[in-house]
Antibody
Framework: QVQLVESGGGVVQPGRSLRLSCAAS????????MYWVRQAPGKGLEWVAV????????QYADSVKGRFTISRDNSKGTMYLQMDSLRAEDTARYYC???????????????WGQGTLVTVSS | EVVMTQSPATLSVSPGERATLSCRAS??????LVWYQQKPGQAPRLLIY???TRATDIPARFSGSGSGTEFTLTINSLQSEDFAVYYC????????FGGGTKVEIK
């Protein structure tokens, strides 16, 4: 079945870096645009970044632009989020999410991974 | 950015009753609107896409309606497993989510 498994979260000091991974299985990873979505503790959901199926186009939310970098390795079925210059407000659970289908206009998600928690604190 | 506003923030409903949740977009998003259900400690689960189409394996008691800027999620005959937080999300532009409605047991 389709599965997304995030890893790499943890506690990090402000200004430091962290890299998250999302391992995909059960579908043709290289055919899908992929997303990162985050959720601060007790709060709502926020789209963070998106990468096209071939890795040739990335877009970011204004809140992370210039600090976060999304990438993917289709040969490994894995997506990454490099997070630099972390701030307290980046504290959240980070979800990897796949669009329901691989049409360009499908910017909603099914399935989601279980998420990995990032805590930015001194 | 399209701002999504959900109301009410909390809805208290008795099991077996109907729940009606609202979602408003700051500009028209056509029918490019989905609803998710999220339970504590779990990832969101897709319920409705295209404003009114149920996702795979979603029970018929869940229904969505609306277009443009006003949308509604209706849950008929609430079951114990339906008590959760519900989010709307538009996908006409880059995705943005509402703040959520918590459906709690009355």
């Amino acid at each position: 079945q389709v599965q997304l498994v995030e890893s790499g979260g943890g506690v990090v000091q402000p200004g430091r870096s962290l890299r998250l991974s999302c391992a995909a299985s059960g579908f043709t990873f290289s055919s899908y645009t992929m997303y990162w979505v985050r959720q601060a503790p007790g709060k709502g959901l926020e789209w963070v970044a998106v990468i096209r199926h071939d890795g040739n186009n990335q877009q970011y939310a204004d809140s992370v632009k210039g600090r976060f970098t999304i990438s993917r390795d289709n040969s490994k079925g894995t997506m990454y989020l490099q997070m630099d210059s972390l701030r307290a407000e980046d504290t959240a659970r980070y979800y990897c999410a796949r669009p329901r289908d691989n049409s360009l206009g499908t910017k909603y998600f099914d399935p989601w991974g279980q998420g990995t928690l990032v805590t930015v604190s001194s | 950015e399209v701002v999504m506003t959900q109301s009410p923030a909390t809805l208290s409903v008795s099991p077996g009753e109907r729940a009606t949740l609202s979602c408003r977009a700051s500009q028209s998003v056509g029918s490019n609107l989905v609803w998710y259900q999220q339970k504590p400690g779990q990832a969101p689960r897709l319920l409705i896409y295209g404003a009114s189409t149920r996702a795979t394996d979603i029970p018929a008691r869940f229904s969505g309606s609306g277009s443009g800027t006003e949308f509604t999620l209706t849950i008929n005959s609430l079951q114990s497993e339906d008590f959760a937080v519900y989010y709307c999300q538009q996908y006409d532009y880059w995705p943005t989510f509402g703040g959520g409605t918590k459906v709690e047991i009355k």
